[in-house]
């Protein structure tokens, strides 16, 4: 598999590249970020069989509820001006 679609990958299961190394700590968020900008001293094709390992064996990722902070923000301004 080539960058772009380990990329794609992640992005559709984790919603960013951020999200991905946060919710797996067997991977630096450094790592990570230097393998996808191809600028990763090291072996390279081993950090990305492990990105690709740890994609395939980690779970599906239940999505964010957005509107929390609109609805915790309104309801402060709403009390803040009574």
């Known amino acids: 598999m080539n960058l772009e679609e ?17 919710l797996n700590e067997n991977l630096t ?3 990570v970020y230097l393998v996808f900008a191809e ?3 090291g072996n390279t094709q081993k950090q990305l069989a492990r990105i690709e390992k740890t994609l395939d064996n980690s779970e599906d990722v239940p ?4 509107n ?3 609805r915790s923000f309104r309801s402060f301004t709403a009390n803040k001006m009574q």
């Open 6 to 22: 380990l990329r794609q990958k992640i992005v559709k299961k984790y919603g960013s590249i951020h999200n991905f190394c946060k």
């Open 29 to 31: 968020r450094a790592t």
């Open 39 to 41: 600028k990763y001293a």
């Open 63 to 66: 999505k964010k509820n957005n």
């Open 68 to 70: 929390r902070r609109t």
